[in-house]
């Protein structure tokens, strides 16, 4: 008997063990696809309102709920160029991820498009927007936003890159990344040319739009670490393209990104995603 115990004993010992050996990282790519896949949702949704495709078809949720807050953005010539071509993009992201996924893909979460002015209150902290920050009224708040989205996109296919164990994966994932990065090259660009344009937070109140993308930036950096991808560098001179010491762009954590997406939240539901993540990674 009291061998029989010991045995019980070791098995649950070693049991343990081997459970504290599997570290908390141990993520299949199915995982972290899946993870990629639901921002691609998230930003699949809001370009394809803004540009005026009332957001992503059912099919590409994947039986994931309608989002919250979106529209049609009112954007001129070149604005709605850029939307419609990154809105294709994020669409096409999260077909592809989809079908790489096949079966072992997850819905979309729940998205809430509302939440922009959250996020650009706190940007522009202690001034608020009044009324509140939409991404969807004019060419310049649009841009914005696709800032404030954009670089979490890098740094987020940055981090998952170590992470997957296939070339194929890899290889898809690469894709993706670079093209999220010539998304955000377009939009720095813009806005660092327009960086000492006013902005018309508040009536009577407006702010230079390098520092609301920086405000921005610094929020992604409080939320989710990694360095300052804001467009002016701490010394005060251009930063168009966000990189490390070693010109590397920044990587984030699967952590660090839903830190970002769910506003911090301690449950990590909240912000642009209420109802926080389907998948394993959440
Ligand atoms: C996860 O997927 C289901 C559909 O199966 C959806 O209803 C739910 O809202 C999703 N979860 C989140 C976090 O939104
Ligand atoms: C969406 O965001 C808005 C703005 O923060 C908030 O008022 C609303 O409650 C959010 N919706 C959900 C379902 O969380």
Not at 18 to 23: C, H, S
Not at 152 to 167: D, E, H, R, T
Not at 205 to 212: E, F, G, P, R, W
Request: glycine share 12%; hydrophobic share 40%.
């Amino acid at each position: 008997m009291a061998h029989k115990g010991f045995t019980h004993l070791l098995s649950a010992s070693m049991a343990l063990f081997l459970w504290l050996m599997v570290p908390a990282w141990a993520q299949t790519d199915t995982d972290i696809l899946n993870f990629a896949l639901q921002l691609e949702c998230l930003e699949g949704e809001f370009y394809n309102y803004a540009a005026g495709n009332g957001g992503l078809p059912a099919s590409d949720r994947g039986g994931g709920p309608a989002p919250i807050g979106g529209r049609a953005a009112k954007l001129g010539g070149q604005t709605l160029a850029l939307a419609k071509e990154i809105a294709l993009n994020e669409k096409r992201h999260v077909e592809f991820l989809r079908s790489a996924l096949g079966s072992q893909a997850v819905p979309c979460p729940l998205v809430n498009l509302t939440a922009f002015g959250d996020a650009f209150n706190t940007a522009v902290a202690p001034n608020t927007f009044n009324p509140p920050f939409s991404p969807f009224n004019d060419d310049l708040s649009f841009l914005l936003a696709t800032f404030l989205f954009e670089d979490i996109g890098v740094s987020a296919y940055q981090g998952a890159a170590p992470l997957l164990s296939s070339k194929a994966n890899l290889a898809a994932a690469a894709g993706n990344f670079a093209t999220e990065s010539y998304q955000a090259g377009a939009v720095r660009f813009i806005l660092f040319n327009q960086q000492n344009n006013p902005y018309q937070i508040a009536n009577g109140n407006a702010q230079a739009v390098y520092k609301i993308s920086d405000g921005l930036a610094a929020l992604r950096a409080k939320l989710g670490g990694g360095s300052n991808q804001g467009v002016t560098s701490p010394d005060g001179s251009p930063q168009v393209v966000p990189v490390d010491g070693n010109s590397q762009t920044i990587p984030r954590t699967t952590a660090q990104i839903i830190a970002i997406g769910t506003g911090g939240s301690p449950t990590k539901k909240g912000l642009f995603f209420p109802n926080g993540l389907n998948g394993s990674i959440k």
